[in-house]
């Protein structure tokens, strides 16, 4: 029986811990990203000094002037201390609308798929005075056939396909209530009202988390990290998601509609911005995750073994 008489001093207990998480964060893909360290200060007046590296292969910006210079990525600018961001200047009184985009046409070696996210911190001027302008678009993505997917912004004003069955604010569709001056829309046919923009008027950096699925028919937003849907519809949402999901251009910035603002030089600001396949990998890369990923080996949970002496 020696096998089973030892002495106690000699035993080593062991214990071995399983670590299961229940709330555990998954991870996708990331299909593009860019923080903006470009490496040096850059305007869109240098048109053909773009970094190519970045996924961007062209600009469109207004002329202003004759300098085109609405589009910066400045140093000391970014969400992060001392890092740079995409900011861009909107005057006021413009008699056209104002174009201040970055894009990629085409999109070269990556596609979004069939459902993806779009993730991005976002500040505006504390000054900001939307004057006689009616929208200021955000980003857009486009199908192989050239028609727009989603064409995103925040709309003062004008929200098209909004049907009285679901969009009524005082007997009419809705054009900006008290409270709310403008919404973040999408001006094709989901129709979908998004979030305020009281919520982000007030020069603090604030993070944006898009939920796009074509087949399940979901276009959703958070801001830093609350449900921002303010009104959904009660009907089909009608071609962008039937249409397909191949995508050949993806341009990230807006413009400013006629009329603009109330004085020179308003400014917004975006930083980190990224597409993926998941919310988690969104959510770590803007820094924000509130989960850690399960440690794994092949989607099996990690067995840990700890020696206790």
Same mark, same amino acid.
């Given at each position: 029986?020696? =096998?089973?008489?030892?002495?106690?001093?000699?035993?080593?207990?062991?214990?071995?811990?399983?670590?299961?998480?229940?709330?555990?964060? *998954?991870?996708?893909?990331?299909?593009?990203?860019?923080?903006?360290?470009?490496? %040096?200060?850059?305007?869109?007046?240098?048109?053909?000094?773009?970094?190519?590296?970045?996924?961007?292969? =062209?600009?469109?910006?207004?002329?202003?002037?004759?300098?085109?210079?609405?589009?910066?990525?400045?140093? /000391?600018?970014?969400?992060?201390?001392?890092?740079?961001?995409?900011?861009?200047?909107?005057?006021? =009184?413009?008699? %056209?609308?104002?174009? %201040?985009?970055?894009?990629?046409?085409?999109?070269?070696?990556?596609?979004?798929?069939?459902?993806?996210?779009?993730?991005?911190?976002?500040?505006?001027?504390?000054?900001?005075?939307?004057?006689?302008?009616?929208?200021?678009?955000?980003?857009?993505?486009?199908?192989?056939? =050239?028609?727009?997917?989603?064409?995103?912004?925040?709309? *003062?004003?004008?929200?098209?396909?909004?049907?009285?069955?679901? &969009?009524?604010?005082?007997?009419?569709?809705?054009?900006?209530? %008290?409270? &709310?001056?403008?919404?973040?829309?999408?001006?094709?046919?989901? /129709?979908? +009202?998004?979030?305020?923009?009281?919520? +982000?008027?007030?020069?603090?950096?604030?993070?944006?988390?898009?939920?796009?699925?074509? *087949?399940?028919?979901?276009?959703?937003?958070?801001?830093?990290?609350?449900?921002?849907?303010?009104?959904?519809?009660?009907?089909?949402?009608?071609?962008?998601?039937?249409?397909?999901?191949?995508?050949?251009?993806?341009?990230?910035?807006?413009?400013? *509609? /006629?009329?603009?603002?109330?004085?020179?030089?308003?400014?917004?600001?975006?930083?980190?911005?990224?597409?993926?396949?998941?919310?988690?990998?969104?959510?770590?890369?803007?820094?924000?995750?509130?989960?850690? /990923?399960?440690?794994?080996?092949?989607?099996?949970?990690?067995?840990?073994?700890?020696?206790?002496?």
């Amino acid at each position: 029986m020696i =096998g089973k008489i030892m002495n106690k001093k000699m035993i080593s207990r062991v214990l071995l811990v399983v670590l299961f998480f229940s709330a555990s964060a *998954s991870y996708g893909e990331v299909l593009y990203s860019d923080d903006f360290e470009w490496g %040096s200060d850059w305007n869109s007046s240098m048109d053909n000094t773009l970094p190519g590296a970045n996924g961007w292969n =062209g600009v469109s910006a207004s002329d202003m002037g004759g300098s085109y210079e609405t589009i910066y990525v400045n140093s /000391a600018a970014g969400y992060k201390s001392g890092s740079r961001a995409m900011v861009q200047y909107w005057d006021s =009184g413009t008699g %056209s609308t104002h174009e %201040s985009w970055l894009m990629q046409q085409p999109i070269s070696g990556w596609s979004f798929p069939n459902e993806y996210y779009i993730g991005y911190w976002f500040k505006v001027d504390t000054n900001w005075d939307w004057g006689s302008a009616a929208s200021l678009k955000t980003w857009k993505v486009n199908y192989t056939t =050239g028609d727009v997917t989603w064409d995103i912004g925040w709309l *003062s004003g004008f929200i098209a396909y909004c049907g009285d069955d679901w &969009c009524n604010v005082d007997g009419t569709n809705w054009t900006g209530d %008290s409270g &709310c001056e403008a919404a973040l829309h999408t001006d094709e046919e989901v /129709a979908e +009202v998004f979030g305020c923009w009281s919520d +982000v008027d007030d020069g603090e950096w604030h993070y944006f988390v898009w939920h796009i699925n074509h *087949s399940g028919e979901v276009i959703e937003v958070s801001i830093d990290g609350n449900d921002a849907s303010q009104m959904s519809p009660s009907g089909s949402y009608g071609s962008p998601f039937t249409e397909g999901v191949g995508t050949t251009r993806f341009n990230f910035g807006g413009n400013f *509609s /006629a009329g603009g603002g109330g004085y020179d030089e308003m400014y917004t600001a975006y930083d980190d911005l990224i597409v993926a396949t998941s919310q988690a990998e969104v959510e770590s890369f803007l820094g924000v995750s509130s989960e850690a /990923a399960t440690p794994s080996i092949n989607g099996i949970p990690t067995i840990i073994g700890v020696t206790i002496q």
